[in-house]
């Protein structure tokens, strides 16, 4: 099976799914940027865990379609608030919303996306459509939780490792992790299955983001489609920087508690921080840190039964693990 | 039956329902806020309108508290997200959470009241509680297309009288007719119990919001509790406006047009405008439209059951009618 192929088929049945999804056309000012937004691409990782793990327990994808959209949509709607939170201009190479349009209508169109995402959710036909919607639901009070945590970091002067974990747990690993589930639950896994799904998609979406980290500062730049070490610029308290700070000691660690306080690095100072995050380590502990969440993840695999779903799945985690993009 | 007392009593239940209903509180951003909006108080209108209807239909009220509470927490996101973009900076006399807190903070919490208004819902024990999610989903829906309009009115130089009723008819009156319909679900209305209960609430809800409109110009400022004459200050484009604009001719038009483009009136000029809507007849047709709208909504109740909840209903709307607060 060409797994490369089976993935463009799925992500191009979600793509035609979300064009078809809005029927709606007025008010302007809501469904324009509704629009704009599911429009605007994107990888549809999360849909297809979703469509990945129905098989992977039985299921057929197709019944798992419309869940699959609606953690897509779901995932547009943290976007359009991250974005105004995090004053971000661009993403995916286009305006933000609050940018192209402005605040008001950022905040109201996440909402009304948040809305859709139910909609498409409760035409899920199953059985179990209670826990499928309840799973969904402390998924998103969790992504609240983590965004809240991420905004908190920003002015705390003092953020451990441990602190960034229980931080993207809830911001990033929460919804691979209910994808996963979700998928799970319409193809009516089993519990042990169930918690197999729920323990690959915490894992690889742990990875997912230390590996986007990783890639801020080692990435191709060409190839990454964005610049490298915006993270630094920025200041973020990410993985890398809190794992170097750790380990740093001297005039390093003094280099990197000003960025935690300051807020920023130069960009010409980017290459020196690349050579602390080396030489103290903290590069190696991140590489080793998603090796570990990959290889745990294909390790719950094998609760599954032999499928071409549960294959997928091991492709997809090892392919997230090697992306550059 | 003593309703003011059965009203005061199923009150103290959704009080004590959202006083309990937090369990986490970490982190301090998030769940502060999401606490300080819940203990705001507020009529718990819409709680009561599931619970009788429930009632109405042969269901239990008790049944129905989770479902109650669960529009009672969406009214409030609603109401912090409404907050941020009408830049208001008090409600109930306390102060408004992007003010006490920041913009950030609000969306944010708005966000996960959402999320905890679902939590709510998904408690409720019943057969059809997919139709109960989707009715409620719709509602969310249909109050961010209200909510939109209602931010369009303010800078389009016409609107007509039937754009706003449009426009209430989803940002206010949505909210009540799911309230009645997901009481009606959950005590398992019959077809046509549930359509009764869906124009009922649809009625009351157009009503409630004129009569919010004529109760800023003819209140007892003391018993209403805010000053009198806001929207007029505002230039807000309510039922009163723009039924006195489609009835005035000379000088007083030119007035109304003079409010509609510049986007205010002085507080010294507020009586002038309410003698213009006394004369035009605005405000005998903003009267004669909310009674119109009680008695329809009363007339439905026959297709109910005879039994307390019904009449509380029609107790309801016309204490509604009645209200002074």
Redesign the interface.
């Known amino acids: 099976m060409d797994f490369s192929q089976q993935y463009l088929e799925y992500k191009s049945q979600i793509d035609d799914y979300l064009a078809r999804f809005i029927n ?1 056309s ?5 469904y324009k940027p509704v629009r704009y937004v599911l429009a605007g691409g994107g990888k549809r990782i999360r849909p297809l865990l979703v469509m990945l793990s129905c098989e992977a327990v039985g299921g057929s994808a197709k019944e798992s379609l419309h869940a699959g959209a609606a953690m897509e949509i779901l995932h547009n709607f943290t976007l359009v ?1 991250d974005d ?2 995090d004053n971000a201009d661009a993403r995916r190479g286009r305006s933000t919303v609050h940018t192209r349009w402005d ?2 209508v950022a ?6 996306l ?3 995402a ?2 498409a959710l ?1 035409r899920t036909k199953s059985p179990r ?2 826990e499928i ?2 799973v969904f ?2 998924g ?2 969790i992504v ?2 983590g ?3 991420d ?2 970091f920003e002015s705390r002067k003092r953020v451990r490792v441990e602190d960034y974990l229980l931080m993207i747990q809830k911001k990033t690993a929460a919804m691979v992790s209910v994808s996963t589930q979700i998928g799970g639950l319409i193809g009516n896994a089993k519990e042990g299955e169930l918690a197999a799904l729920k323990n690959y998609g915490e894992m690889v979406g742990r990875a997912f983001q230390i590996q986007d980290d990783l890639l801020d500062v080692v990435a191709d730049e060409k190839k990454f489609g964005k610049t490298i070490g915006g993270d630094l610029v920025e200041g973020k308290k990410t993985f890398l920087l809190l794992e170097a700070l750790k380990r740093a000691r001297g005039k390093d660690k003094a280099k990197l508690l000003g960025v935690m306080r300051n807020g920023g690095v130069a960009r010409k100072d980017i290459g020196r921080f690349r050579r602390i995050y080396e030489q103290t380590g903290a590069i190696d502990a991140a590489r080793k840190q998603v090796e570990h969440d990959i290889r745990s993840a294909r390790e719950q695999l094998v609760q599954l039964r032999d499928s071409d779903g549960r294959s997928m799945l091991g492709w997809l985690a090892e392919m997230l693990m090697h992306r550059t993009f």
Chains 1, 2 share one sequence.
């Open positions: 709606e007025k008010p302007d000012t809501l608030h105004i939170m605040t008001n905040i109201l169109s996440g909402d009304a948040l809305a859709l139910y909609r409760l459509i209670q919607s309840k639901t402390e998103v009070v609240c939780e965004q809240a945590y905004k908190e």
